[in-house]
């Protein structure tokens, strides 16, 4: 969906803008869309959906979920993984502008999304970013952005430190807030998502943002941003050394109980 672009815009500047930032998610459009998508959609159009490292979600507190972005499955797919079934939460998403258009932006900014100018962030949406996480949210962010032709690639792209950034600004606004980053590897076999093709999702451990504060906050957000591409990185290789076993548990499968 987005990568934000941090070289423009950084919380406490003077730039002015019009109307503030907000993310909703609906009551009764919310407990339709997720288990449509969970229940049916997902498992009519895939063959198999593989999940480890279930033991490193978070079951609580501020998190930002950093996914891999290979396709538009993805935003079905986050929800699936991370959302209320599983945290007992509903995530929020960042999202370019030039998603929020017409019926499908009616649907994401019901649905927990928030618009941003990925050239250009401004102030609004960074605070609400942060606001988010100081109340305790699970926030979504693609720091790959959101070029799916080049994404679709298996390799990773550079990240750019905008979510560390943010996360740094969160962690920094309140004592011991505790804001962590979720590495999310999601990998498609073949990549180029056909008809009843494979899934493997990889959760990796939680990266604490609290371990980052050396008092540069650009110094510290380039090694935030280091270490979150090193850990998608790992993620990438153990999905590319295990993609031709089958003994990772399906999501439909180990999880049926809460999936299902």
Request: overall charge positive.
């Given at each position: 969906m987005i990568q934000l672009d941090s070289s423009h815009t950084e919380i406490g500047t003077t730039k002015k803008t019009k109307v503030a930032a907000s993310s909703h998610v609906s009551p009764w459009l919310t407990p339709i869309v997720y288990p449509i998508g969970r229940r049916l959609v997902l498992p009519f159009y895939f063959d198999k959906i593989e999940v480890s490292g279930w033991e490193n979600l978070p079951n609580g507190g501020p998190v930002i979920v950093?996914?891999?972005?290979?396709?538009?499955?993805?935003?079905?797919?986050?929800p699936a993984i991370v959302g209320k079934v599983a945290t007992g939460r509903d995530p929020r998403f960042m999202v370019s502008i030039d998603e929020m258009k017409?019926?499908?932006?009616?649907?994401?900014?019901?649905?927990?999304?928030?618009?941003?100018?990925?050239?250009?962030?401004?102030?609004?949406?960074?605070?609400?970013g942060v606001e988010l996480l100081q109340q305790g949210e699970m926030l979504v962010i693609f720091p790959e952005g959101g070029d799916l032709k080049k994404n679709r690639?298996?390799?990773?792209?550079?990240?750019?430190?905008?979510?560390?950034?943010?996360?740094?600004?969160?962690?920094?606004?309140q004592p011991d807030l505790g804001v962590k980053i979720l590495p999310l590897g999601i990998y498609y076999n073949?990549?180029?998502?056909?008809?009843?093709?494979?899934?493997?999702?990889?959760?990796g451990s939680p990266i604490q943002v609290g371990d980052y504060?050396?008092?540069?906050?650009?110094?510290?957000?380039?090694?935030?941003?280091?270490?979150?591409?090193?850990?998608?990185?790992?993620?990438?290789?153990?999905?590319?050394?295990?993609?031709?076993?089958?003994?990772?548990?399906?999501?439909?499968?180990?999880?049926?109980?809460?999936f299902i």
């Open positions: 950093a996914p891999t972005h290979r396709s538009r499955w993805d935003a079905l797919m986050v017409g019926i499908q932006g009616w649907f994401i900014s019901h649905l927990g999304g928030f618009a941003v100018d990925v050239k250009r962030p401004s102030i609004s949406t960074l605070r609400h690639e298996c390799t990773l792209n550079s990240l750019q430190p905008g979510l560390a950034r943010l996360a740094l600004q969160a962690e920094s606004s073949p990549p180029t998502v056909p008809w009843r093709c494979q899934v493997r999702i990889s959760i504060s050396t008092g540069s906050i650009k110094k510290d957000a380039k090694q935030l941003t280091q270490d979150l591409e090193l850990a998608l990185k790992q993620l990438g290789s153990k999905t590319q050394a295990t993609v031709e076993q089958d003994s990772t548990p399906s999501l439909y499968s180990d999880r049926k109980e809460s």
